[in-house]
């Protein structure tokens, strides 16, 4: 059995509801061609595969910052044809690190929806142990962060103990922190003060504040790379030692 067929296969009302779009928006980007057109079934019923939903994905997160459609395909056609799902995660994820926060109030019957499945409590507090969710006081629903969804639900079904989410949570964090710290007092010393200090050159100054606005993206990308390349030596190392 080919690997396709081991695939998620969703219809188009199941793809919306997992990417928390409407039907007649997947169709509108299928029309433009922003979406691969869907894989033809019994009784000519349309299935789309996880690709289908990270370019979803990726194209919404792309109009959250304000991208007209003319840009987002151009975007689009600059990305090699071949990206897995994975690789447009990480495209999205960059694009999205630059964005301001939108967490959304979110009920449980809503956040099923979202995800494609029923959830038990112990899937609640799995989303919440990874930061997807977190309860609301005194309220039935929850404050999601949308862009973590889709990863959150995924990792459900990995055999993963709680306290070992948790814990992994907290290395990231410390070590995130630790580093985003680190770079702030690095540019401030290093770049910032000194032109801060001379103000003898107005266009230098300008130059510095651009760079300042521009720098997250850059610093993210550059991290998600060394991340990727750090985990990848490990996880060969670890494997390559048993």
Known sequence: MSDEEHEPSYTVDELAARAGVTVRTVRFYGTRGLLPPPVIGARRVGHYGPG????LALIEELQRQGMTLAAIERYLEQLPADLSEQDLAIHRALVASWAPE????ITLRELERRAGRPLT???VERLAAMGVLERIAGSEAFRLDGTLLRLGV???DVPIEHETILASRTVLVEHARAAAQELSRLFRDEVWNPYRESAEDPDHLSAMRSLSAHMQPMVVQALLTAFQRSLREELRAAFRSR
Do not use: M, T, V
């Not at 289908?52 to 370019?55: E, F, K, Y």
């Not at 939108?102 to 109030?105: F, G, I, N, W, Y």
């Open 154 to 156: 995924e990792l459900l």
């Open 121 to 123: 409590e112990q899937d």
């Open 52 to 55: 289908h939903l990270a370019r």
């Open 102 to 105: 939108s967490d959304e109030e």
